[in-house]
Every structure is written in C-alpha cells, then in structure tokens.
C-alpha cells in the first residue's frame, strides 16, 4: 500500500466525480460524503440563481438567524407534538395570531392549522365546505350527490385538484376582457342548493388581482333573501393574505365579511419562511365539522390533528414565529411596502417601454402582468423576450392566459423581498437592450414547438 492509497483523492479526481454515475439505476455501491455532496451540490447549481427567479412567489431570502435557526430544528417532526410540545405550542400560537391579523370576531372559539403549503390548506378548507354542506343536506333529508363549487377559471391549479379529487363539480365563472376575475356578476346562474362554497382569490396568480370579497358576498347576500341558500366563503389568500393586512389595511376581505368561513395562505410565498409552510383559519369551531378532526394517541398524548399529511417539517413553523416575531407589522409592512413600490416602479418603466400594456400594475399584491400592445411589431413574442431575458440569468415567464382569453399572452414579474430596487433597475437595462435587439430582427424571430408550461 503507497501513502497515497490512504489518503483520499482531491475530490473533483474521485469516483463518481471522474467517472459517470447511474442516472436511473439503484447505485450499487458507495461514495464518500464529500463526493456525494459535491456531485449533488453540483447538480443543484444548474438550477439557476434562485434570486433571480421572478416566476416565483415563494421565498427565496432570509435573514442569517433564521438559517442558523433552521439548520438547528431540521429535525423536528410537526406531527410529533407530545414529543416536541413546544414545537407543537408555537404552530398554535402562530395560526392564532394569523387570526388576529384577519380580524377574527372571536378568538376563543376558533380553529386553525399549519399545512405544507396553501394547496393543501385549500383542500382542508374546501372540504370542511363540503362536509358542512353534507351534513345540513342529510338533516334536512336532501341529496348529497351533487356538490358544486363556484370558482374563477383564474383559480390556482390546486382548486382544480380539490375539485378533481375530492370529487366537487365545479361551477366555472369564465375570466372575460369585462371580468377578469370573480366579481360577483351573474353569480345567481352558478349557485344553487347543491353548492358548498364560493372561493374568493385574494392575489390572482395570472395577474395579481384581488377578488373584492365583500362584493361577492353581499351578492350571495342576495342570492340568500331570493332563494334562501347560504352560501359560505373560502377566501384562497396564498398571496395576499399576508400583504392586504399590513399595506391595503381598510379593504375588507377577512373575517370582518360575516360570509367568510375559512382563509388560507401560504406561510412560504409572503409570509416570508422558506418553503414549504401553509396555514388555514377557521371563523369559528361550528365551520370545521369535528368529523374532520383525527385524535391520534399512538405518539403518546391525545393529540387532535386534521391535516392531509402526517409527518412534516416542524422546522417551518419555528422560522414562520420567528418571523412574527423578528418583524411583527411593523416589519412586515416595511418589507411588504417596499415590494409592492418595486414592483410599481418596474411596471410603470415596462409600460414606458413601448410594446407592452399593462394587464395589472402591482398595486394588489407586488406581482404584475403585461401584455404585448395589439399592433405590436409581429416578428418577436413575449416568449422570445421570455428566452432572451433567460439567457442573463433572469427567469421572467410568459404564458396564457386561462379560459376564454388562452390566447392572450402575458409575461409576468412576482416581486419578493430580495428585489431590491437596484436589481430591478438592472432587471429593466437587461429588458430594454432585449427589446432592442428584438425590435431589430429583419424578420420572424424563429421558434421550436413549445411544450405547455405552468407558472403557476
Ligand atoms: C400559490 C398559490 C396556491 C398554492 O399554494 P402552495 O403554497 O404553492 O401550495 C393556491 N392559491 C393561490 C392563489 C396561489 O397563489
């Protein structure tokens, strides 16, 4: 044995490193870690800066005590709460301070919880909807066939799952040049006996629109003195939930509309943690049926739990209180504000630029939306400013709209905290010398067959 067979190669010159590993095949050996590591840490490189993803809504900074705080509970499992009791206080304390910032009526009697993210937050609300409905419909003697909900087509895609797995037809309310989201309008052809709930957008994912919640629900008002069916709210505020309470205080879309059964949001988009953290709050005890509600002693304890998921990271739920904690509203509307002025400055120099109109002006939550201008130079897309802005590192989706106006094109920015202002004025040279060199093409920029993509 040379000295050299004992001490471990540099690791780029190891194996695994200096040769090919399996791609799909189960590897049958062993690497060191450190190989492991920088063949995965490596790999993950290619995904690109994540600070410079603006087709996301999910966290992608936090501060350093928050790194050291997650890198210390990584361990901790959300559902074992008579082992980790602390952990377990911390998700209650959290939701229900979630409620105080959506105006809760009654904070003693009210009910919430923390979920991976608003997908299945939305699934938990959307079936409390639906086993409240069940539930009148067999004390009344009525058929539970059929239930309905009643949705904008701009709903994000984890509606159309609750829909599609829970088995709720869905009722959809088309998004039109006039409507571009649920506004109450015609809302009496959707709603009958067999509807379990309205959903209401508070943050559109195509656009960033608020769907204006206490005019929906003074139509359901309506809808309830004609035909007597009480048609309850969940309003989805994966986005905007966490920005209308700190900068759009005075719009009413929370609890303070008597309508509103549930909302959700997710903790990871601006609630400002890391993904994946999600909440829901009940108005009340009497909106989540205790048919719903698991009590699971095998962990020790009788510890009530009413997720979709069992195990998951606890450590979420620690950096969401320490967030609360570290910002409270103070911070949250700072930081917040501050995005939505970005976003604003951004929007207004886009719409400047020439070949674009606005389609929302980040004045909701920080996201905004443009589209080309109708007598647009033809020789370049949206998709090939999508593929130019790409290749300096900057990931500004385009795609269609939904539904009837699928074939209006929009590109999209989601400002989050992190887009300083300073990045985004470099974000706009980068746009302006794109547009240039698009609006200087001879002829038709060429282009591949393009697979569907989803920004959602
Ligand atoms: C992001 C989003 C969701 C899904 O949230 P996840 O936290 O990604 O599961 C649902 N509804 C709306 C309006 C969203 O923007």
């Not at 048919?291 to 962990?299: D, G, Q, R, T």
């Not at 990045?423 to 060429?446: I, N, Q, R, Y």
Request: charge should be negative; include cysteine.
């Amino acid at each position: 044995m040379t000295a050299t067979d004992r001490i471990e190669l540099p690791v780029f010159a190891q194996d695994g490193e200096a040769t090919s590993l399996p791609g799909n095949e189960f590897p049958e050996g062993m690497l060191s870690p450190s190989t492991a590591y920088q063949v995965v840490h490596d790999e993950a490189m290619l995904d690109g800066n994540s600070r410079l993803n603006l087709a996301t809504f999910v966290t992608t900074y936090m501060d350093k005590e928050a790194k050291l705080l997650y890198a210390q509970t990584v361990d901790k499992n959300m559902i074992d709460k008579d082992e980790y009791p602390a952990t377990a206080a911390i998700e209650e304390r959290c939701w229900r301070m979630l409620g105080d910032l959506w105006n809760l009526p009654d904070p003693a009697d009210t009910i919430g919880t923390s979920t991976i993210g608003s997908s299945e937050a939305c699934m938990l609300g959307g079936l409390a909807l639906k086993r409240h409905w069940q539930t009148s419909r067999k004390a009344a003697g009525k058929s539970v066939e059929k239930p309905n909900i009643v949705l904008s087509t701009g709903v994000q895609v984890c509606w159309e799952k609750f829909c599609n797995y829970f088995e709720v037809e869905p009722r959809w309310v088309p998004m039109t040049e006039e409507h571009l989201y649920l506004d109450g309008h015609d809302l009496e052809k959707y709603v009958d006996e067999n509807t379990i709930g309205v959903v209401a957008i508070m943050g559109q994912t195509y656009t960033g629109a608020y769907e204006p919640v206490k005019e929906i629900a003074a139509k359901l008002d309506e809808i309830q003195a004609a035909s007597g069916f009480d048609v309850k709210i969940h309003v989805d505020g994966a986005s905007g939930a966490m920005i209308a309470p700190f900068c759009q205080p005075d719009l009413e879309w929370d609890f303070r509309v008597e309508r509103v059964a549930s909302i959700s949001t997710s903790g990871h988009k601006f609630g400002l943690v890391y993904p994946g953290v999600g909440w829901i709050v009940w108005r009340n005890q009497e909106r989540l049926p205790e048919s719903m509600i698991f009590h699971c002693a095998y962990l020790g304890g009788d510890m009530p739990t009413l997720a979709l998921n069992f195990s998951r990271p606890g450590a979420q739920v620690l950096l969401q209180y320490y967030q609360f904690l570290r910002l409270g509203r103070e911070g949250y509307r700072a930081i917040q504000q501050n995005s939505l002025d970005v976003a604003q400055y951004l929007s207004a120099a886009i719409a400047e630029m020439g070949p674009f109109e606005l389609v929302s002006k980040g004045d909701t939550i920080p996201v905004f939306a443009w589209r080309r201008k109708r007598d647009a130079n033809p020789n370049w897309t949206l998709y090939d400013l999508e593929d130019r802005l790409r290749m300096k590192g900057w990931q500004v989706p385009a795609y269609p709209l939904a539904d009837n106006l699928a074939d209006v094109t929009v590109q999209r920015i989601v400002v989050r905290n992190g887009l300083s202002r300073d990045l985004a004025t470099k974000l706009l040279a980068d746009m302006k010398s794109e547009v240039d060199f698009l609006e200087s093409l001879d002829g038709p920029m060429p282009h591949k067959k393009r697979s569907a993509a989803f920004h959602h």
